[in-house]
Every structure is written in C-alpha cells, then in structure tokens.
C-alpha cells in the first residue's frame, strides 16, 4: 500500500507542475504561482530525506516558481528558490544561470523594466525579457528585436510545446485516477473479506472485535486455566472456529498467545508460556479443518498486552489465546 500511495503522490506533483508549465505558458503566471503553492513553500519542498523518486519534480517546481517571480519582478524571492535548487542538484544549468543573472542585476549591470504580454504587464528584468520561462534552458517571452519571422517561429514552437505539455498532464491525470481507483477497490475487498469473517466466526463463547484492518477474536473466559493445558470449553471453542475459518477465503490467521506477568517473572517481552499456548491452540483450530499448522501464525503477545486489563480479577481471563484475521495481500501484478 505503501508503494501505491508513492507512486499516487508522484503523479499528483507531476500533474499539479505540468498544470504550472501550461499556465505559465500562456501567460497567466498568477494561476501558475496559485498551483505551484499547492506544492509546498520553497523550504518545504525538497526537504532532508525527499523521496529520490520525487526530487526531478520537485527540482522541476522550484526552477518554474524561480522563473515565475523572476518574471513578476520579485527578485529575491527568485533567489531564494534557485538556491534551494543549487542545494539540491548543485550542477542544475537553470539555477547557476538564473543566479548569475540576477547577481549582475544586483550589480546595476542589468535594469528591470515593465514588458507586456497578452495583454498582461509583468516587471522582469531586461536581461530576462529574451529567454525562456519553461523548459530546454530557455525562455517563454521573445526578445522584442526579434524579426517577425523569428516571432512566428517561435508562436509556432510555443503551440507545439503547450499540446504536448497538455497530453502530458492528461496521460498523469488517467494515471492517477487509475491509482486511486485501484485503491478504492482494494479497500472495497478488504472491507467486504472481514465482514465476512465476522459474520461467520460470531458464536457464543466469543467476542468479536472489529478494527479497521483486521477482526480480532477474543475469548470470554480464559482457554487456559493454568501452564498450556487447554480447557475442554476452550479446545471446543477452537475446533468450532477452525471447522468455519476452513471455509473462508483470502484471509490469514494469527496466533497470539498470552500470558500474565508473575511475582519475579519477566514483566514484559513476550515468554515461552504464551507461545506455547499459541502453538497449542493452532493444533486444536487444524485439528477438525482441512487447515494446516502451517497456514497459522503463532506468535506471543507482551505479558501488558492481554486482550482485558491487566487486573487480578482478569487474570484467569488473560491466560489465553486471541485470533487475528486479516486479509491476505493480493497477488502482484502480472
């Protein structure tokens, strides 16, 4: 699950920048400062510890909104994202030019001056007036001393990029409903596998817990009255469970056996009584079932972890054995 909510957050950035690039494309720059914000402040993005996965994208951001406000006239704010970048990817070609860019402008080698565009003024710096907003190290605004024919050519290139970034943003989006459709659908089975299992494992005796991953299986009275012997109730109970989890699908069964902490004894870790417990209770689950020791997990339960608390008057309940059901994973894809 982890792997399908990475790969779901990658493709959401993906989306959310290729959107960025478009609207910066054709001019709006406010809606594309609007979706880089939905990325994260230029400190929060990049953070120590950045999936590798996601770095490209979020260097890719970065670069886009240093560019914006350096087309908006807000310097600083430019510098602040093109370091961050440098930290990143010291060798990145847009962040060392952009700076050095700036710095002359700093050094009153390079003036700001207002430039329209589609209707829009935006305060850039002359020395960026001519290069690219997005992409390939260049800049979106042509030079005004460009011929017309230069102008055209590069209309004609800007139409062919903003197509492109456009099925490129739709291809991310089909891919990110698939993702979280895929998920929606994997919650719908598990849903549906353990409410099947506690309509069919309900029977005196026994408490059904109903978490949101799993269904847990409490006894009402202690299965062992002392050591790992079994009581004749408890070994009926089990055999019970064991005839109904034989006929459950795409579920597995966990074990846990449980002991009480006593008068110089271990107060805590786990102890061999329990896992002896556990191991005996998985014995008497196969014994009726066509199911087999091997398709039990037996493990032991911290001596703080009985399934009521931890009470003089819960002890007899305590010396015990709880049942986990959960799902099973399902099978890579081909």
Same mark, same amino acid.
Request: hydrophobic share 40%.
């Given at each position: 699950?982890?792997?399908?909510?990475?790969?779901?957050?990658?493709?959401?950035?993906?989306?959310?920048?290729?959107?960025?690039?478009?609207?910066?494309?054709?001019?709006?720059?406010?809606?594309?400062?609007?979706?880089?914000?939905?990325?994260?402040?230029?400190?929060?993005?990049?953070?120590?510890?950045?999936?590798?996965?996601?770095?490209?994208?979020?260097?890719?951001?970065?670069?886009?909104?240093?560019?914006?406000?350096?087309?908006?006239?807000?310097?600083?704010?430019?510098?602040?994202?093109?370091?961050?970048?440098?930290?990143?990817?010291?060798?990145?070609?847009?962040?060392?030019?952009?700076?050095?860019?700036?710095?002359?402008?700093? &050094?009153?080698?390079?003036?700001?001056?207002?430039? /329209?565009?589609?209707?829009? =003024? *935006? @305060?850039?710096?002359? %020395?960026?007036? +001519?290069?690219?907003?997005?992409?390939?190290?260049?800049?979106?605004?042509?030079?005004?001393?460009?011929?017309?024919?230069?102008?055209?050519?590069?209309?004609?290139?800007?139409?062919?990029?903003?197509?492109?970034?456009?099925?490129?943003?739709?291809?991310?989006?089909?891919?990110?409903?698939?993702?979280?459709?895929?998920?929606?659908?994997?919650?719908?089975?598990?849903?549906?596998?353990?409410?099947?299992?506690?309509?069919?494992?309900?029977?005196?005796?026994?408490?059904?817990?109903?978490?949101?991953?799993?269904?847990?299986?409490?006894?009402?009275?202690?299965?062992?009255?002392?050591?790992?012997?079994?009581?004749?109730?408890?070994?009926?109970?089990?055999?019970?469970?064991?005839?109904?989890? &034989?006929?459950?699908?795409?579920?597995?069964?966990? /074990?846990?056996?449980?002991? =009480? *902490? @006593?008068?110089?004894? %271990?107060?805590? +870790?786990?102890?061999?009584?329990?896992?002896?417990?556990?191991?005996?209770?998985?014995?008497?689950?196969?014994?009726?079932?066509?199911?087999?020791?091997?398709?039990?997990?037996?493990?032991?339960?911290?001596?703080?972890?009985?399934?009521?608390?931890?009470?003089?008057?819960?002890?007899?309940?305590?010396?015990?054995?709880?049942?986990?059901?959960?799902?099973?994973?399902?099978?890579?894809?081909?």
């Amino acid at each position: 699950m982890t792997d399908v909510t990475d790969s779901a957050r990658a493709l959401s950035l993906q989306l959310t920048l290729q959107r960025a690039h478009s609207a910066a494309r054709a001019g709006d720059l406010d809606l594309a400062a609007r979706l880089l914000d939905e990325l994260g402040e230029p400190g929060e993005l990049g953070e120590p510890g950045e999936r590798d996965t996601e770095l490209p994208t979020v260097v890719a951001a970065l670069n886009l909104r240093a560019k914006v406000h350096a087309q908006r006239g807000e310097l600083p704010e430019a510098e602040a994202c093109w370091s961050r970048v440098e930290t990143l990817a010291p060798d990145d070609p847009d962040a060392a030019a952009g700076r050095r860019t700036l710095a002359k402008i700093a &050094a009153g080698r390079r003036h700001a001056r207002p430039v /329209v565009h589609t209707g829009r =003024v *935006a @305060v850039i710096a002359a %020395a960026l007036a +001519g290069a690219a907003l997005i992409g390939g190290g260049g800049w979106l605004l042509a030079n005004t001393d460009r011929g017309a024919s230069g102008s055209v050519a590069e209309a004609d290139t800007g139409s062919e990029r903003l197509r492109a970034e456009s099925l490129r943003a739709d291809e991310l989006k089909a891919r990110l409903s698939a993702i979280e459709g895929g998920r929606t659908a994997d919650a719908e089975r598990r849903d549906s596998t353990l409410d099947e299992a506690a309509k069919r494992l309900d029977m005196p005796g026994v408490e059904i817990r109903r978490h949101a991953g799993d269904v847990q299986l409490v006894f009402r009275t202690g299965v062992f009255p002392y050591d790992s012997v079994i009581s004749p109730e408890g070994a009926e109970e089990l055999r019970e469970i064991g005839r109904r989890l &034989a006929d459950l699908t795409g579920v597995e069964t966990t /074990v846990v056996g449980h002991s =009480v *902490a @006593v008068p110089g004894g %271990a107060p805590s +870790g786990g102890s061999v009584v329990a896992l002896n417990r556990a191991r005996v209770a998985a014995q008497y689950l196969a014994q009726d079932s066509d199911l087999r020791l091997t398709d039990f997990r037996l493990v032991s339960a911290d001596q703080r972890q009985g399934p009521f608390p931890a009470t003089d008057a819960n002890a007899p309940r305590n010396r015990t054995v709880t049942l986990l059901i959960t799902p099973k994973a399902p099978p890579p894809p081909p």
